[in-house]
C-alpha cells in the first residue's frame, strides 16, 4: 500500500515526540536510582522503624522503576515501528489509525475500537460480548 502524503510530516512529529518522552523516562528512571553511593534501587529502611512502611516504600520504588523501564521499551518499539511503511494501520485490523489518535498516544498500534476491544478481553470483563463501534471499525469483542 503506498504511503500517503501526509505520513511523512505524521512521521517526523512522532518520531519528535516519541523522543522527547524517551529524553524524560530516562531522565526520571536515572533520578530514582542515583543515590550517594552509586546507581541502585533506594532503601528506605534508614527513614523509619516501622517494616510495614519501609516495605511500602521499597515496593512503590520498585515499581517506579519497572513503570520507567516498561515506558522505555514502548518508545523504543514505537520508534522502530515508526521506521515501518504501514506504522499508521492498526495490527489487528488493518485499518487507519487516526492522526489525532496517534498524536495523542505516539506508541498506539490499535485503532480505538480494536485496543478497546483488547483492553475488553484483557481485563476478561462481562462486557466482552458487547460490540465495540468507532467511525471506521465494527468489531466484536474477542
Not at 517506579?64 to 511503511?85: G, M, Y
Amino acid at each position: 500500500m503506498p504511503e500517503a502524503k501526509t505520513s511523512q510530516p505524521l512521521r517526523e512529529q512522532l518520531r519528535a515526540r516519541l523522543q522527547q518522552a524517551r529524553r524524560a523516562h530516562l531522565v526520571a528512571l536515572g533520578a530514582d536510582l542515583q543515590h550517594e553511593d552509586g546507581l541502585h534501587l533506594p532503601n528506605y529502611s534508614d527513614t523509619t522503624d516501622d517494616d510495614a512502611s519501609v516495605q511500602t516504600l521499597n515496593d512503590t520504588a520498585r515499581a517506579h522503576v519497572l513503570h520507567e523501564q516498561l515506558s522505555l521499551s514502548e518508545i523504543d518499539a514505537a520508534l522502530a515501528h515508526l521506521e515501518q511503511p504501514d506504522f499508521d494501520r492498526c495490527v489487528a485490523c488493518g485499518e487507519s489509525i487516526s492522526p489525532d489518535r496517534l498524536l495523542a498516544q505516539p506508541t498506539a498500534v490499535r485503532c480505538v475500537g480494536c485496543q478497546q476491544a483488547a483492553e475488553v478481553h484483557a481485563a476478561g470483563s462481562s462486557a466482552a460480548s458487547m460490540p465495540i463501534i468507532t467511525s471506521h471499525c465494527t468489531r466484536e469483542a474477542p
